[in-house]
Antibody, heavy 115, light 113 residues
Framework: QVQLQESGPGLVKPSETLSLTCTVS????????WSWIRQSPGKGLEWIGY???????KYNPSFQSRVTISLDTSKKQLSLNMTSVTAADTAIYYC?????????WGKGTTVTVSS | DTVVTQSPDSLAVSPGERATINCKPS????????????LAWYQQKPRQPPKLLIY???TRESGVPDRFSGSGSGTDFTLTISNLQAEDVAIYYC?????????FGGGTKVEIK
């Protein structure tokens, strides 16, 4: 069955760029949408955006100006880049399948923004 | 954005009894063209990601015990856990996916009394 695994640095400095990768195994990227979601004590679960298997994207307006999500089909990886991070971006970041109900989730990766 | 309000924030239920969690999106999530409610329920245990339990408001995900059931329509939804088991201790979230961006409720913590 399909599995997702997030990876990336656990500590990012304020004002820098957060970069995460999600590797998809045991299944195909097509014909699905692939989402990034984060969870923090202050804001709960927040949907950040998605990438379609074709490469098209859509972002939550709350993150629109500083987020990029992309897809590397050859590696079966989706990526999240978030610029100009602050302490408010400290959270567990998840990748998940679909943009409607989210039926498969990665285990999540914790990102702390601190100098 | 559609605001999703859950109640109660927490509840304690005796083993074998019923737990009822409410979810109210601020906008209607019923799409009249297909008569589907765009609402899902998740269970999250400590140090784990959310796990999908219910989608389309009442369709149980494969492998989910039938003691979990979802009901409701429009702006009023309920997750019912019948015959509560110790392993059901968790935080439960609802999520609407009718409007963009998809949004989640604040969660309901279920404990054993």
């Amino acid at each position: 069955q399909v599995q997702l695994q997030e990876s990336g640095p656990g500590l990012v400095k304020p004002s820098e760029t957060l970069s995460l990768t999600c590797t998809v195994s045991g299944g195909s990227l097509s014909p699905y949408f692939w989402s990034w979601i984060r969870q923090s004590p202050g804001k709960g679960l927040e949907w950040i955006g998605y990438v379609f298997h074709s490469g098209s994207t859509k972002y939550n307006p709350s993150f629109q100006s500083r987020v990029t999500i992309s897809l590397d089909t050859s590696k079966k990886q989706l990526s999240l880049n978030m610029t100009s991070v602050t302490a408010a971006d400290t959270a567990i970041y998840y990748c998940a399948r679909r943009i409607t109900y989210l039926d498969v989730w990665g285990k999540g990766t914790t990102v702390t923004v601190s100098s | 954005d559609t605001v999703v309000t859950q109640s109660p924030d927490s509840l304690a239920v005796s083993p074998g009894e019923r737990a009822t969690i409410n979810c109210k999106p601020s906008q209607n999530v019923l799409y009249s063209a297909n008569n589907r409610n765009y609402l899902a329920w998740y269970q999250q245990k400590p140090r784990q990601p959310p796990k999908l339990l219910i989608y389309w408001a009442s369709t149980r995900e494969s492998g989910v015990p039938d003691r979990f059931s979802g009901s409701g329509s429009g702006t009023d939804f309920t997750l019912t856990i019948s015959n509560l088991q110790a392993e059901d201790v968790a935080i439960y979230y609802c999520q609407q996916y009718f409007t963009s961006p998809p949004t989640f409720g604040g969660g309901t913590k279920v404990e054993i009394k």
